[in-house]
């Protein structure tokens, strides 16, 4: 069974920094793509970014700010967000797609105070 594990999420100040792991039992290698979305309150779902074998693409509101990158050997995917602004605030969860099926992590809370 596939779980997803996303962690690092918190309150931060416009400006800040932070960090988002996701933590996947099992080889990453085994999936097509790896993913993080957000979901803020009375918003649909969106992507982040992601990472996928032609490389990594990211949302217009977050390029130049966000970095997705994966470390294998830890099976986990990160997202390192920066210049954080109130805007960014949602629940941000990580996806994990192979082919006719997706994962989905719980979900992690990233909050910025004006």
């Known amino acids: 069974q596939v779980r997803l594990v996303e962690s690092g999420g918190g309150l931060v100040q416009t400006g800040g920094s932070l960090r988002l792991s996701c933590l996947v039992s099992?080889?990453?290698?085994?999936?097509?793509?790896m993913g993080w979305y957000r979901q803020a309150p009375g918003k649909q779902r969106e992507l982040v970014a992601a990472?996928?074998?032609?490389?990594?693409n990211y949302a217009d509101s977050v390029k130049g700010r966000f970095i997705i990158s994966r470390d294998n050997a830890k099976n986990t995917v990160y997202l390192q967000m920066n210049s954080l602004k109130p805007e960014d605030t949602a629940v941000y969860s990580c996806?994990?797609?192979?082919?006719?099926?997706?994962?989905w992590g719980q979900g992690t809370q990233v909050t910025v105070s004006s």
């Open positions: 990472l996928t074998s032609a490389g990594t």
């Open positions: 996806k994990a797609e192979r082919p006719g099926i997706n994962y």
């Open positions: 099992g080889s990453i290698f085994s999936f097509n793509a």
